[in-house]
């Protein structure tokens, strides 16, 4: 598991293959704003939502998307880049072998989005 970088998720209109996570809360996304393209999946449901509990009809209509396969390109980021790399810590375990982590996470975005 490696970083992702500002440049790779600014770039990311670019790969709609790629999929971006923010795990932060519900509420915390509404005070800050997030990162365009990204989908909210709260760190406390991250398990559960890459779990093999979870069919990919379940997660498309909880998320707006079907659900990543094991070799999907994921980035995980949060506020600062810990929770995020806890959620990456939790879906290697379940088998997903293609995220990283986006350690400057809404931080860094929005100091250099100006936000």
């Known amino acids: 598991m490696s970083i992702a970088t500002y440049e790779e998720v ?3 209109p ?3 293959e790629k999929v971006l996570i923010d795990v932060r809360g519900p509420e915390e996304l509404a005070e800050t704003g997030k990162i365009p393209t990204s ?16 069919t990919t009809e379940e997660f498309a209509k909880l998320y ?4 990543p396969e094991l070799d999907h390109y994921l980035i995980l980021s949060c506020r600062t880049g810990r929770r995020s790399q806890m959620a990456l810590e939790a879906i290697a375990e ?4 293609n995220a990283r982590n986006y350690k400057g996470s809404w ?3 929005a100091a250099k989005q100006g936000k």
């Open 14 to 16: 670019n790969h709609p």
């Open 107 to 109: 931080t860094e975005w």
């Open 10 to 12: 600014l770039d990311l």
């Open 94 to 97: 379940l088998g997903y072998r």
């Open 39 to 54: 989908i909210n999946i709260p760190l406390e449901k991250v398990k559960q939502a890459f779990g093999p509990e979870t």
């Open 64 to 67: 707006g998307i079907p659900k």
